[in-house]
C-alpha cells in the first residue's frame, strides 16, 4: 500500500531554516503530483507548497520566496526547503500525493518556530 513518511520537522529560532522530506513507496512516484500542507492548532489544514508531476510548482502569497519545493525521482522524495520562518510557519506539516481525485497523506511531521 502507499505509504508517505514526513521527516525534518523540529524546533527552530525564527529567521531560521528546515528542509522536510517525504519518501514515498509503493507508487509511481513520477505521475503523482506532490505537496506540503500544514494545520496549526485551531486552524484549517492549508496547502504551502505543491509540484506536478512535470516539475511546476505553486505556493500561497504566505510563503511565496521563502519556501521552496522540489523532487527527487530516483530517490521518491520530495522536498520542503523553508527559510526565513516566522512564528506563524508553526503547524504540523504534512506531505501530499494527488492524481485524478486520489489523495495519499502522510502523518505529519511538527515544525516549531519559537525563541
Known amino acids: 500500500q502507499v505509504q508517505l513518511v514526513e521527516s525534518g520537522g523540529g524546533l527552530v529560532q525564527p529567521g531560521g531554516s528546515l528542509r522536510l522530506s517525504c519518501t514515498a513507496s509503493?507508487?509511481?512516484?513520477?505521475?503523482?503530483?506532490m505537496g506540503w500542507y500544514r494545520q496549526a492548532p485551531g486552524k484549517q489544514r492549508e496547502l504551502v507548497a505543491s509540484?506536478?508531476?512535470?516539475?511546476?510548482?505553486n505556493y500561497p502569497d504566505s510563503v511565496k520566496g521563502r519556501f521552496t519545493i522540489s523532487r527527487d525521482g530516483v530517490k521518491n522524495t520530495v522536498y520542503l526547503q523553508m527559510n526565513s520562518l516566522k512564528p506563524e510557519d508553526t503547524a504540523v506539516y504534512y506531505c501530499n500525493a494527488h492524481h485524478y481525485g486520489v489523495d495519499f497523506w502522510g502523518k505529519g511531521t511538527l515544525v516549531t518556530v519559537s525563541s
Open positions: 509540484i506536478s508531476s512535470g516539475g511546476s510548482s
Open positions: 509503493a507508487m509511481i512516484f513520477s505521475i503523482w503530483s
